[in-house]
């Protein structure tokens, strides 16, 4: 098991039309994001106009996880549906095509899981009382003998340590599976006040030579 704590400094942010995006985690890890050659990408944004169009992904699936502000998505595109809407709070989620024809309304901040077709994914929320500890335990979900399992821990609010590292809201923690233990497990602290977490999974088969 690979345990690493990602410093919100560190992410990379950039500027697109309707706010800014920082990704947190690609896989690869050298993965170039722009020309879509990636299997998967954590990142946060920030809707900082009113309404704005979301980048086209063809051949990706998408997770939008509500962290501030209010969100009115609206999904175009859909076979056998002139329009779709979902209007998410902070804590909520929705899932969507990347092929589809997305447009937002309302100024939010937003954490993203973009899968390639086939990849499995989910968000969740976690929550760890103040001065309180925690074992955090999960499977290792997998599906053959190139497949891949991580998991990433992005603290919403509040203070943790795990493994001895402390992470500050902002940060997040990445969690890879490797060898062939069958869960992963932590302890994880809440510090002075309660930690609120978003924890992503993300299971994947690795592409083999050539594809």
Same mark, same amino acid.
């Given at each position: 098991?690979?345990?690493?704590?990602?410093?919100?400094?560190?992410?990379?942010?950039?500027? $697109?039309?309707?706010?800014?995006?920082?990704?947190?985690?690609?896989?690869?890890?050298?993965?170039?994001?722009?020309?879509?050659?990636?299997? $998967?990408?954590?990142?946060?944004?920030?809707?900082?106009?009113?309404?704005?169009?979301?980048?086209?992904?063809?051949?990706?699936?998408?997770?939008?996880?509500?962290?501030?502000?209010?969100?009115?998505?609206?999904?175009?595109?859909?076979?056998?549906?002139?329009?779709?809407?979902?209007?998410?709070?902070?804590?909520?989620?929705?899932?969507?095509?990347?092929?589809?024809?997305?447009?937002?309304?309302?100024?939010?901040?937003?954490?993203?899981?973009?899968?390639?077709?086939?990849?499995?994914?989910?968000?969740?929320?976690?929550?760890?009382?103040?001065?309180?500890?925690?074992?955090?335990?999960?499977?290792?979900?997998?599906?053959?003998?190139?497949?891949?399992?991580?998991?990433?821990?992005?603290?919403?609010?509040?203070?943790?340590?795990?493994?001895?590292?402390?992470?500050?809201?902002?940060?997040?923690?990445?969690?890879?599976?490797?060898?062939?233990?069958?869960?992963?497990?932590?302890?994880?602290?809440?510090?002075?006040?309660?930690?609120?977490?978003?924890?992503?999974?993300?299971?994947?088969?690795?592409?083999?030579?050539?594809?």
């Amino acid at each position: 098991m690979r345990v690493n704590i990602v410093r919100r400094e560190n992410y990379q942010m950039t500027r $697109w039309s309707g706010g800014t995006t920082s990704q947190v985690m690609i896989w690869p890890e050298t993965a170039d994001f722009p020309s879509g050659k990636f299997i $998967w990408r954590i990142s946060l944004a920030t809707l900082e106009v009113e309404t704005s169009v979301f980048t086209p992904f063809p051949g990706f699936h998408r997770i939008l996880y509500l962290l501030s502000g209010i969100s009115r998505l609206t999904f175009r595109g859909i076979p056998g549906i002139v329009e779709q809407t979902a209007a998410l709070c902070p804590g909520e989620q929705v899932r969507f095509d990347g092929n589809w024809e997305t447009g937002s309304s309302g100024r939010a901040s937003d954490l993203n899981l973009i899968m390639r077709q086939g990849v499995c994914g989910g968000i969740r929320t976690l929550k760890v009382g103040a001065g309180q500890e925690t074992r955090w335990k999960r499977p290792i979900l997998y599906a053959g003998p190139d497949s891949r399992c991580a998991y990433l821990l992005y603290v919403r609010s509040g203070a943790l340590q795990v493994n001895g590292c402390r992470a500050v809201s902002g940060d997040s923690v990445f969690i890879l599976a490797e060898g062939e233990a069958e869960c992963l497990e932590l302890v994880i602290q809440a510090m002075e006040e309660s930690c609120a977490l978003a924890e992503c999974t993300v299971c994947w088969q690795e592409p083999q030579e050539g594809e």
